[in-house]
């Protein structure tokens, strides 16, 4: 796998968690930390891709090189990855969306009274089905991480979204996947999978972005 073997092409990666705010000092997020989807543009750009990552907050920083388009919501994420993806080679969904935002942002801090409260949430779009469903769409990838029955749930998504390929880890053990800095990925596309077996981060992103760049040629 040459250093220069992705040369002239355009990859978009989303990353991290989404923040869906409920007033102007809460939101409801995950624990997404950002690693793969960052290690996966540094293999993209060490192999000489153009790299736009497009991310929700995270504390780490974007590899150098790399173009960054800094987002909070699903929907902003929805709204660059759509513009974005226009140009791309290669889209692939790392972010942790929320599946869901408050139906009504409220303008100020709620106040707390005695009463119970509940909030009325209303669903956000998906972002890499949408992308997946253009018509000048590029190779794209998902992730689907799960805690049960992966290769089913990774294989359904695969067909319900319309994906090239899909990336599952089981995120029901604690030292790969979700937060951890190694990862464990069996890769499905529509007529094979590959295992990519428990490593840092870095050394799974590398084979990926090598099997991607495999499969799509
Ligand atoms: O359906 P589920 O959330 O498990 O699918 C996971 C895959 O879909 C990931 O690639 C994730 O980035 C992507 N996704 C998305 N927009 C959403 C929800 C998930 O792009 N609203």
Redesign the pocket.
């Known amino acids: 796998f040459q250093e220069k073997t992705l040369g002239g092409q355009h990859w978009v990666i989303?990353a991290g968690p989404t923040r869906e705010a409920i007033d102007p000092v809460r939101y409801i997020s995950n624990h997404s930390s950002g690693k793969m989807g960052y290690a996966i543009a540094q293999a993209a750009v060490n192999a000489g891709a153009n790299v736009t990552i497009i991310s929700g907050p995270v504390s780490i920083s974007a590899p150098a090189g790399c173009k960054v388009i800094n987002v909070e919501s699903?929907e902003q994420m929805h709204q660059a990855a759509m513009k974005q993806s226009d140009n791309a080679d290669v889209f692939i969904?790392?972010?942790?969306?929320a599946?869901y935002r408050a139906a009504d942002i409220a303008p100020q801090k709620m106040k707390k009274s005695s009463q119970d409260m509940s909030i009325s949430l209303v669903r956000?779009?998906?972002?890499?089905?949408d992308v997946a469903a253009k018509a000048n769409k590029p190779f794209v990838v998902?992730?689907?991480?799960e805690t049960q029955d992966v290769e089913t749930y990774a294989l359904g998504?695969l067909t319900s979204?319309k994906l090239d390929m899909i990336c599952a880890n089981d995120v029901s053990i604690a030292t790969q996947g979700f937060n951890a800095n190694q990862n464990a990925l069996t890769v499905f596309d529509k007529d094979s999978s590959t295992e990519i077996p428990l490593a840092d981060k870095a050394m799974v992103a590398t084979q990926l972005v090598k099997l991607i760049a495999e499969k799509r040629s």
């Open positions: 989303t699903a969904a790392c972010a942790a969306v599946d956000n779009p998906d972002i890499v089905k998902g992730f689907a991480a998504k979204k």
